[in-house]
C-alpha cells in the first residue's frame, strides 16, 4: 500500500465513499437507530392504548395502580461522545495484513463521521503507557482527521510498561463531567483492576465496550518452531505449535481469558462490541445498530440487557 493511502485523508475518504455509502443504503440514512436509547428523559406517563409498545409498559406503576401504564420519552437531541483509545503495544499486533490498530483507527473514523457530521461532538484520550493526550470533543470533519493523525502519527512501541486500562478509566471518570456516550476502545490486555472503573464509568455515562482481536490471539495454527514476543515487555519464548497439546492448552487459556472478558463487561452493566482484524466494519456497525435498537426496546420496562456482538 502507498504512503497517500495510509494518510488520515485518504482514509477517511474511503470510509466516506464505501463503508457509509453501503451504512446509507441499509439505514436508509436513519443513523439515530446507532445512539437509539442515548440520552432518553422521561416526559410521561400514560395510561396503556390499544396499539402501544407493550415493551413500554412500567410495571411497577401498573401494579400500584392496577392499569396498565406505559413511559413516554425525549431523547437529546445533541449526543456527546469520547473515544478512549488504548494504543499500547499490545494494539499494534495483527496475524496478516491488518493490526488491530488498523481497525481501533477506521472505527473510530467511521463513528466519529456518522456523529459530527449530524452535529454531535466528539473527543479523544489516547493512552500509550499512560494517557498523553487529551482531544476535546468538537463538531466537524475536519475535527475527525485531527484524532485520526493523532492515532496514525503515534509511533510504534517495541515495549513499555504493563497497560494499566484503570489509568485510563480513571481519567475519563475525573475528565468527562457531562454525561456522554463513551466508547472504550481497546484490547482488554490490561494489568488486573480495570473492571471497577469501568463499573464506576458506566453508573454515570452510557459506556460501550470496543474489544479489538486477532483470531491468532485465540487459536493456534501448526506452524512448526517460533518465537513468540510479548508485545508490551519485550520478552520472548521459544515454542512448538506443532506440539498438539501446546495448541490445546493455549486454546484453553485464550477460552477461559473471553469468559473472564465478557463476565466482567456483564458485571458492570456495558454492553460489548468485538471487532476482529479479519471483521468486516459493516457487518459490525451493522451488529452494533442491532444491539441498541434491542437496548432501546427494553429501556423502556427498565430491563437490563448487556449483550455482546462479535464481528
Do not use: C
Not at 50 to 71: E, G, S
Not at 143 to 151: D, F, G, P, Q, S
Not at 174 to 187: A, E, K, N, W, Y
Request: aromatic content about 8%; charged content about 30%.
Amino acid at each position: 500500500m502507498s504512503e497517500s493511502a495510509r494518510t488520515p485523508e485518504h482514509i477517511l475518504r474511503r470510509l466516506e465513499w464505501t463503508v457509509m455509502r453501503r451504512l446509507d443504503g441499509v439505514l436508509h440514512g436513519d443513523y439515530r437507530t446507532l445512539f437509539r436509547g442515548y440520552g432518553l428523559d422521561l416526559a410521561d406517563l400514560r395510561e396503556y392504548q390499544y396499539h402501544d409498545d407493550v415493551r413500554h409498559i412500567d410495571w411497577n406503576v401498573t401494579a400500584r395502580l392496577q392499569t396498565p401504564y406505559v413511559r413516554e420519552y425525549n431523547e437529546e437531541r445533541e449526543i456527546a461522545a469520547w473515544l478512549l483509545l488504548d494504543l499500547s503495544p499490545s494494539v499494534d499486533f495483527g496475524s496478516r495484513d491488518v493490526r488491530k490498530r488498523n481497525v481501533s483507527a477506521e472505527f473510530m473514523a467511521l463513528l466519529a463521521r456518522l456523529l459530527t457530521r449530524r452535529g454531535n461532538r466528539v473527543g479523544a484520550l489516547l493512552y500509550g503507557d499512560s494517557v498523553d493526550a487529551v482531544i476535546p470533543a468538537r463538531v466537524g470533519r475536519r475535527h475527525v482527521l485531527h484524532i485520526l493523525r493523532a492515532i496514525l502519527s503515534r509511533p510504534e512501541q517495541t515495549q513499555s510498561a504493563a497497560t494499566s486500562l484503570s489509568d485510563l478509566l480513571g481519567t475519563a471518570m475525573q475528565m468527562i463531567g457531562r454525561r456522554s456516550l463513551v466508547f472504550v476502545v481497546s484490547d482488554f490486555i490490561s494489568t488486573p483492576g480495570w473492571e471497577k472503573p469501568l463499573a464506576r464509568l458506566a453508573q454515570r455515562h452510557e459506556v460501550i465496550a470496543v474489544r479489538l482481536y486477532d483470531p491468532l490471539e485465540m487459536t493456534l495454527p501448526d506452524l512448526g518452531l517460533l518465537v513468540m514476543q510479548d508485545a508490551e515487555t519485550g520478552e520472548q519464548i521459544f515454542v512448538d505449535t506443532h506440539d498438539r497439546g501446546f495448541r490445546r492448552r493455549f486454546a484453553a487459556v485464550a477460552e477461559e481469558r473471553e469468559k473472564v472478558l465478557r463476565a466482567a463487561f456483564r458485571n458492570a452493566g456495558v454492553d460489548a462490541l468485538e471487532l476482529s482484524t479479519e471483521g468486516d466494519l459493516v457487518d459490525a456497525v451493522l451488529r452494533f445498530a442491532d444491539l441498541r435498537r434491542r437496548r432501546s426496546q427494553l429501556a423502556g420496562g427498565g430491563l437490563p440487557l448487556h449483550l455482546s456482538v462479535q464481528s
